[in-house]
């Protein structure tokens, strides 16, 4: 039987520090898991990018191909952007896709491919007016963000816990495999 396929989409946030537990929770769920960088989250990860690409056993992405260069990637089955930063969340709102990241999500979940989202943000960046448009602007398209008590519940500045991010709470939302 083959494993259905998940694109893990990480941006650069606290718990992307931590994403090979993201990798590891999806693939316990029994997900084929390819992992796809932000540009920034990929610098943090440079020195360790084979290892992440051992772990998932895919290449890790972080930037568009060429045009001439074949896709590596088998297609996804869905997707998860977590964690999605304050700046990621409102650039795929406002319909931005200057990064592979947020040019995937953007462009699957109009084909069909469930979408899941669940952010990392303080309590100060929440509060922008941007943030809850761009939540409503995700979901009114089908993206299923987990902000709030069934997902991230953002916290004061400086006193997140990037290690305790919930993976199993964001795998837990993609859709059931057969």
Request: charged residues 15%; glycine residues 6%.
């Amino acid at each position: 039987m083959t494993r259905r396929v998940l694109y893990l989409i990480a941006c650069a946030a606290g718990p992307t520090q931590y994403v090979d537990a993201g990798i590891r929770t999806a693939q316990q769920a029994g997900w084929d898991t390819c992992l796809v960088l932000t540009p920034s989250a990929a610098r943090w990860w440079e020195p360790r990018l084979p290892e992440l690409a051992e772990l998932t056993g895919h290449p890790v992405r972080s930037h568009y191909k060429l045009p001439t260069e074949p896709d590596v990637l088998p297609s996804a089955d869905a997707m998860l952007i977590a964690p999605l930063s304050c700046t990621s969340l409102n650039k795929w709102a406002a319909g931005i896709a200057d990064t592979l990241a947020i040019g995937l999500v953007s462009e699957g979940v109009h084909l069909g491919v469930p979408v899941v989202a669940m952010p990392c943000f303080n309590q100060a960046q929440a509060a922008q007016p941007a943030v809850p448009r761009s939540v409503e602007t995700l979901r009114a398209q089908g993206v299923r963000v987990l902000l709030g008590p069934d997902g991230y519940e953002p916290r004061p500045p400086k006193q997140g816990d990037p290690a305790a991010y919930p993976w199993d709470r964001a795998v837990a939302a993609l859709p059931a495999l057969p």
